[in-house]
């Protein structure tokens, strides 16, 4: 079945160091792939997408590639903030009936001044 | 604006008890999910849907089951709830289709004592 395998956290970072959180996948076909964001209290959100292999999803300055041959799809940022401190969800969504969108573990980000 | 609302924030159910949780959708979207977040495990897929009265088993459907009767509600139930069902619940749904963004309610926390 479909699976995503993201590091492990917790992350923790000075103000406008590089980040990079590993995200790696298993599906049949080719899936869409997502980063979620959850702020502290409250609900997650999507960060960004991509759709097909070898798109780059960015939003806030984070960017994704999607990577077929590598079955990746690691998130950067190049220059983090303190309000970037956050858990950040890889997520696939299949073709099959109903979509289903499966999530990785999470990786909690701290980022400190 | 993008509504999913989950009808508790914070629950608290005795074990045995059967337990409902609701969770509706404002904006005619085909797809509803939900999952369960616990530490380091990050977001499991319990149940989705994908049309009213469709149903389909997550990752960890045991000891749940669910009910679309309508397209903007789609509720999970505990059939007797036990201590390991303590987490917190989150709702999600989507338009159909592998590209589209699940929105996510703001969750329950349950704890069973």
């Known amino acids: 079945g479909d699976s995503v395998t993201q590091m492990e956290g917790p992350v923790t970072l000075s103000e406008e160091a590089f980040l990079t959180i590993n995200c790696t996948y298993t599906?049949?076909?080719?899936?869409?792939l997502f980063w979620y964001v959850q702020y502290p209290g409250e609900g997650l959100q999507l960060l960004l997408k991509?759709?097909?292999?070898?798109d780059k999803g960015s939003n806030k300055g984070f960017e994704a590639t999607y990577r077929k041959e590598t079955t990746s799809f690691h998130l950067e940022k190049g220059s983090v903030q303190v309000s970037d401190s956050a858990v950040y969800f890889c997520?696939?969504?299949?073709?099959?009936?109903?979509?289903?969108?499966?999530f990785g573990g999470g990786t909690r980000v701290l980022v400190k001044p | 604006d993008v509504k999913v609302t989950q009808s508790s924030r914070y629950l608290v159910k005795r074990t045995g008890e059967k337990v409902f949780l609701e969770c509706v959708q404002d904006m005619d979207h085909e797809n509803m999910f939900w999952y369960r977040q616990d530490p380091g495990l990050g977001l499991r897929l319990i149940y989705f849907?994908?049309?009213?009265?469709?149903?389909e088993k997550g990752d960890i459907p045991e000891g749940y089951s669910v009910s679309r009767e309508k397209k903007e509600r789609f509720s999970l139930i505990l059939e007797s709830a036990s201590t390991n069902q303590t987490s917190m619940y989150l709702c999600a749904s989507s338009p159909g289709g592998v590209n589209t963004e699940a929105f996510f309610g703001q969750g329950t926390r349950l704890t069973v004592v």
């Open positions: 991509a759709t097909k292999a070898d």
């Open positions: 997520a696939l969504r299949g073709k099959a009936a109903g979509n289903k969108l499966t």
């Open positions: 849907s994908y049309d009213v009265k469709m149903k």
């Open positions: 599906a049949t076909g080719y899936p869409s």
